[in-house]
């Protein structure tokens, strides 16, 4: 599996954006780039995926940069309850199991 | 509302006493999916089944067994757990198709192992 690097931890104060960087160097052409989220005491949850442009639903943004080396998950205003390990993950197609890095820590200030 | 459900939330067991946890869906997708989480740690893989396939990661220990008897359900098996198996057990499910594309996964609650 394609490997991505995450920072170990983040920290945004309520209500300001946040943009959790991924680093995926050695991604192949056809890896979907997927952001799975997870609370305390929950399962992950997702977030967004794409695989060359940019993409927005309601929770997120997700901006792949054109080589596709890096790509940064968008959350426009923070709030408390987004407070989770936040993972980038790396899937050539949906017939294969998600394979968890270490995450990004993302703690919300109020 | 189509969900994920394990049961029980939380399960303590014997050293040694086997133990099984159960998974069911509501989603009628065609995989399902095994992850341990312990403390701390990001969630790894056991297994998966594809439809009836059964996949196990290559480091999956001999002791921990899954069953899929329908699509709804999915059990996992632990013969004889050890202190080191007490983990949050997470059961997942996706939609596969023949293309490939990328549709993502649901997870449960997980179920919480206590070894004692």
């Known amino acids: 599996d394609a490997k991505t690097t995450q920072p170990n931890s983040m920290e945004s104060n309520e209500e300001e954006p946040v943009h959790l960087p991924c680093n995926h160097s050695?991604?192949?052409?056809?890896?979907?780039i997927h952001w799975y989220r997870q609370l305390p005491s929950q399962g992950p949850e997702y977030v967004i995926h794409?695989?060359?442009s940019n993409v927005n639903n309601r929770m997120a943004s997700l901006a792949i940069a054109e080589d596709r080396k890096s790509s940064t998950l968008i959350l426009h205003r923070a709030t408390l309850r987004d407070a989770a390990v936040y993972y980038c993950?790396?899937?050539?197609?949906?017939?294969?199991?998600?394979?968890f890095g270490k995450g990004t820590r993302l703690s919300v200030i109020a | 509302d189509a969900m994920v459900i394990q049961n029980p939330r939380y399960q303590v067991t014997q050293f040694g006493k086997p133990v099984t946890l159960s998974c069911s869906q509501t989603?009628?997708?065609?995989?399902m999916y095994w992850y341990q989480q312990k403390s701390s740690q990001a969630p790894k893989l056991l297994f998966h089944?594809?439809?009836?396939?059964?996949?196990n990661e290559a480091d999956t220990p001999d002791n921990f067994q899954s069953r899929r008897p329908n699509t709804s359900f999915c059990f996992l098996d632990i013969r004889s757990p050890g202190l080191g198996d007490a983990a949050m057990y997470l059961c997942?499910?996706?939609?596969?198709?023949?293309?490939?594309?990328?549709?993502?996964?649901?997870f449960g609650p997980g179920t919480r192992l206590t070894v004692t």
């Open positions: 089944y594809y439809d009836k396939d059964f996949n």
């Open positions: 050695t991604i192949s052409g056809t890896d979907y």
């Open positions: 993950i790396l899937r050539i197609s949906g017939n294969t199991p998600l394979v």
């Open positions: 989603l009628n997708h065609n995989v």
């Open positions: 997942a499910t996706s939609s596969a198709t023949a293309s490939g594309r990328s549709y993502e996964q649901y």
């Open positions: 794409g695989l060359t």
